[in-house]
């Protein structure tokens, strides 16, 4: 039987793909206007901070380990 997420955790999954997603779109931004390295290099600095955070929470790492246990996300 899978685990049941909560709704908070699924916001705070949902937010993880939502930063990596910034993140990893970070050098192809036509959009955007022409911004300095250093303000580039701190959002990027504050995007990973975010993710890290949520990784850390008590109840994301237990559902992970819950997914690892049961064999539907791969072991590091």
């Known amino acids: 039987m899978n685990p049941e997420p909560t709704d908070a955790l699924v916001i705070k999954l949902a937010s993880i793909a939502a930063h990596a997603g910034e993140l990893l779109a970070a ?42 246990k049961i064999g539907l996300i791969n072991k590091p």
């Open 27 to 68: 050098d192809d931004q036509p959009q955007k206007a022409r911004i300095g390295i250093t303000t580039v290099k701190n959002e990027r600095r504050r995007r990973m901070e975010a993710i890290l955070v949520l990784l850390a929470d008590t109840e994301v790492r237990s559902y992970l380990a819950q997914l690892k």
